[in-house]
T-cell receptor
Framework: KAGVTQTPRYLIKTRGQQVTLSCSPISGHRSVSWYQQTPGQGLQFLFEYFSETQRNKGNFPGRFSGRQFSNSRSEMNVSTLELGDSALYLC?????????????FGPGTRLTVL | AQSVTQLGSHVSVSEGALVLLRCNYSSSVPPYLFWYVQYPNQGLQLLLKYTSAATLVKGINGFEAEFKKSETSFHLTKPSAHMSDAAEYFCAVSRAAGNMLTFGGGTRLMVKP
């Protein structure tokens, strides 16, 4: 069974631009979560989607948004990029919403904002 | 609010020595607890999880962790370190519902030959 895939793997943008990252979950998984990883702040939860609905949201500004499609694939968008948005963005998929479910992580998209 | 503290951002052990990575959590209700490992330029891989069954949890690659409610701890151990264990390790906690994980700051494990 294929794992979680994220595209692109690397991205370079300039301040003020916007970016869209994509995540394809493991087949049969309906929950997709996004995390931001930086050296200073560590791993922080962005949001979670299940059945095309946002179920939880972390403490990030409105410039960060996401959506989930009917095939469970998810995208996240960051508008008006800032230097501090440079990070590794990780996507995780899970079969359901139970807190004890294993989450399977993708390799991440490394975003660099210049 | 839940929080996770990992004592020691860097831990160095010799190959064959005991590995002990510390994790303490704060939660108002019994949580679900996880240990993940991250190798360079890769995502996170689940090592083990505690879900209120046995307090001693065995995971992959010879790792295990013990849930101690009285100490609010979930320390990760491995009897004998291998060079391939060098990586960053994250302790995380989740709530009863939903997949939101709260992570500790991570511990980078270095294994000396």
């Amino acid at each position: 069974k294929a794992g979680v895939t994220q595209t692109p793997r690397y991205l370079i943008k300039t301040r003020g631009q916007q970016v869209t990252l994509s995540c394809s979950p493991i087949s049969g998984h309906r929950s997709v979560s996004w995390y931001q990883q930086t050296p200073g702040q560590g791993l922080q939860f962005l949001f979670e989607y299940f059945s095309e609905t946002q179920r939880n949201k972390g403490n990030f500004p409105g410039r960060f948004s996401g959506r989930q499609f009917s095939n469970s694939r998810s995208e996240m968008n960051v508008s008006t990029l800032e230097l501090g948005d440079s990070a590794l963005y990780l996507c995780a998929s899970s079969i359901g919403l139970a807190g004890n479910n294993e989450q399977f992580f993708g390799p991440g998209t490394r975003l660099t904002v210049l | 609010a839940q929080s996770v503290t990992q004592l020691g951002s860097h831990v160095s052990v010799s190959e064959g020595a005991l590995v002990l990575l510390r994790c303490n959590y704060s939660s108002s209700v019994p949580p679900y607890l996880f240990w993940y490992v991250q190798y360079p330029n890769q995502g996170l891989q689940l090592l083990l999880k505690y879900t209120s069954a046995a307090t001693l949890v065995k995971g992959i690659n010879g790792f295990e962790a013990e849930f101690k409610k009285s100490e609010t701890s979930f320390h990760l151990t491995k009897p004998s370190a291998h060079m391939s264990d060098a990586a960053e390790y994250f302790c995380a906690v989740s709530r009863a519902a939903g997949n939101m994980l709260t992570f500790g700051g991570g511990t980078r494990l270095m294994v000396k030959p």
